[in-house]
T-cell receptor, first 116, second 115 residues
Framework: GAVVSQHPSWVICKSGTSVKIECRSLDFQATTMFWYRQFPKQSLMLMATSNEGSKATYEQGVEKDKFLINHASLTLSTLTVTSAHPEDSSFYIC????????????FGQGTRLTVV | AQTVTQSQPEMSVQEAETVTLSCTYDTSESDYYLFWYKQPPSRQMILVIRQEAYKQQNATENRFSVNFQKAAKSFSLKISDSQLGDAAMYFCAYLARGSNYKLTFGKGTLLTVNP
């Protein structure tokens, strides 16, 4: 199957700083990428949908100024958590889909963010 | 709006036995896809099986099979000959054709496999 690489796999940052998470499709063109947040023992909560070359579409309740998403190319999307606070600590997952994948979504390995 | 319901927060099965995980969904669409994803302790999401709504035949992948009842909007996953490696969180997911690949997930079922 197609490969989606997400980095870093874990990160610890201080309150007030920003942290960037990258999501790359390694062997296909990802026309659409998704960013999820997952709390322990819960389902994936969609934060935003990112289409290459256009602004991300955020789900209701997600602060777009806090969670900056950029999808500048067909293989890379980034999520930047700005001015991070301890309540932003969570597991973040990206997924990617493309016309060549016949509706299947491929997921990154996830990023464990801890804000101290 | 589409919703996906997994009514079993936790399930357990003995190794080598069979277990069925339930999933129901609600949609007004006629053309859609259904998926089961597995999330082991590593938290990597892995596609287990997929079903196209227009196909009447139930999908199978080795020890994994589904019982797709379109009229009842039910999509259960059967795991045969359960193995220790099957222990994971299982998510049922729905995708409407033309929805820009946006998945709707259920809340998940935590499966424990007892040796």
């Amino acid at each position: 199957g197609a490969v989606v690489s997400q980095h870093p796999s874990w990160v610890i940052c201080k309150s007030g700083t920003s942290v960037k998470i990258e999501c790359r499709s390694l062997d296909f063109q990802a026309t659409t990428m998704f960013w999820y947040r997952q709390f322990p023992k819960q389902s994936l909560m969609l934060m935003a949908t990112s289409n290459e070359g256009s602004k991300a579409t955020y789900e209701q309740g997600v602060e777009k100024d806090k969670f900056l998403i950029n999808h500048a190319s067909l293989t890379l999307s980034t999520l930047t958590v700005t001015s991070a606070h301890p309540e932003d600590s969570s597991f973040y997952i990206c997924s990617a889909s493309g016309r060549s994948l016949n509706t299947e979504a491929f997921f990154g390995q996830g990023t464990r963010l801890t804000v101290v | 709006a589409q919703t996906v319901t997994q009514s079993q927060p936790e399930m357990s099965v003995q190794e080598a036995e069979t277990v069925t995980l339930s999933c129901t969904y609600d949609t007004s669409e006629s053309d859609y896809y259904l998926f089961w994803y597995k999330q082991p302790p590593s938290r990597q999401m892995i596609l287990v099986i997929r079903q196209e709504a227009y196909k009447q035949q139930n999908a199978t992948e080795n020890r994994f099979s589904v019982n797709f009842q379109k009229a009842a909007k039910s999509f259960s996953l059967k795991i045969s000959d359960s193995q220790l490696g099957d222990a994971a969180m299982y998510f049922c997911a729905y995708l409407a054709r033309g929805s820009n690949y946006k998945l709707t997930f259920g809340k998940g079922t935590l499966l424990t496999v007892n040796p």
